[in-house]
């Protein structure tokens, strides 16, 4: 039995159900145990820009949270993985500053963190530990008609030092081995390492949606079926502010995102209403035909 | 655009140096690697890692403290990957940011957002809406935790480094 607890975050609760409903029932399916842990809180990312130690804090309160619980902790969003994972390693190595930072933990928040416990993003741990044999054998429904663009994102899998190097940063595999286990077609394109730029959107929103558009073109000149992707804050920028692109660039993409579990979810015969499809914002009837009436 | 001597202040790259993330500033031999890689810099010219990191060097305290530019960074990590340097330019642009805030220059956007998690602990706040939502599709209800959050920031000193009466100073 796989267990962990998973770690929500900000964005995926509010703004990726569809994400979150994905994962919980393609996670029930396959054994994956997740366990929610209520004070779980921001993970400390938005303020490694303004204080180094705050975000520190923020992060470790969240380990310490998890630990309690004896639990490794299965994060949805690939900058809560990052942020998580980079504080976890900076505990793990500096025994100085985790008791530094325990100090202040207690102090605030009645906590400790031993460093005892992982950090590992829900996406990696189908590919490490559900396996893709596994995955494999859970499909039921062929997705050979479908052909997809796989979109890393970057704190996934960066810094690699992080994330144990699980996978190679300038030709990244784990995604695109993902979705052909489910069963469909996964793309080549120009641009797949580039970033979604969500992280300057509330700095520079003009500059921000300059990434997604390029992004989004080469996608469509693929003439994929979808973008599928891992984190609810490029979700944000694919999908959410698709249209805005649209009207900013006087264009049409019409390019729906899935997220991975979604795909997987699909693939192993679960419901429109059980990935979340229906929540999806770029409808695709291609998409919704192939999902498995209940 | 001359640069005027006057203006070069030696101890920066020393506080930039003793800054976490920022230790490795000095092993910059401004190749240019990050500015390549940097998928930012393909859309405006305004973000430039290299140059930031070479103003940053010279001293120049206030043109990089006070730029909006240094808010530019997407912090996706490209440059980390690839710098033959290993001189770690994302969490060097947060030391950078850090000593920017200590000095009075925060992006209002990142204001809002210590906004939104001393009152909420999270970044959106959790309505009865939210969770009415979340309950139509079966899943179980999320709670703020505020406490925690006000009484680390307490701790740490960020309420008190960007609270309300100092904010004019930006």
Known sequence: MIRYALYLGCTAPVRALNYELAARHVAARLGIELRDIDDFGCCGFPLKSVHHQSALLLAARNLALAERQGLDVCALCSSCTGTLAEANHALQCDAELRDRVNRDLQAAAGLRYNGTIQVRHFVRILYEEVGLDRIREAVTVDLSGLRLAAHYGCHYLKPTEVHDHFDDPENPRSLDRLIEAAGAQSLFYEGREQCCGGGILGADEGTALALPRLKLERVVATGADALVIVCPFCDIMYELQQRRIEKLYETRFNLPVLFYPQLLGLAMGLSADEVGLTLNRVKSRKLMDLAVRP | ?170
Request: aromatic share 6%.
């Open chain 2, 1 to 170: 655009m001359d640069i005027d001597s006057s203006q070069m202040d030696p101890t920066f790259v020393d506080e930039i140096a003793a800054e976490p993330g920022g230790e490795h500033i000095r092993c910059c031999f401004a190749c240019g690697t990050c500015t390549a890689s940097c998928p930012v810099r393909e859309v405006t010219e305004r973000y430039n890692p290299r140059r930031i990191i070479h103003m940053a060097v010279l001293g120049l305290r206030d043109a990089v403290v006070s730029s909006d530019f240094i808010w530019l960074c997407s912090t996706c990590y490209a440059c980390h990957e690839r710098c033959p340097q290993d001189v770690r330019i994302t969490e060097l642009m947060h030391a950078i940011k850090n000593i920017a805030v200590r000095q009075g220059h925060i992006h209002p956007s990142f204001r809002q957002q210590f906004d939104m998690l001393s009152g909420h602990g999270r970044l959106y706040d959790i309505t009865t809406l939210e969770n009415e939502r979340r309950a139509e599709q079966g899943l179980p209800a999320i709670a703020e935790q505020p406490a925690d959050f006000q009484r680390i920031f307490a701790v740490t000193g960020l309420d008190v480094l960007i609270q309300p009466e100092t904010r004019g100073a930006e």
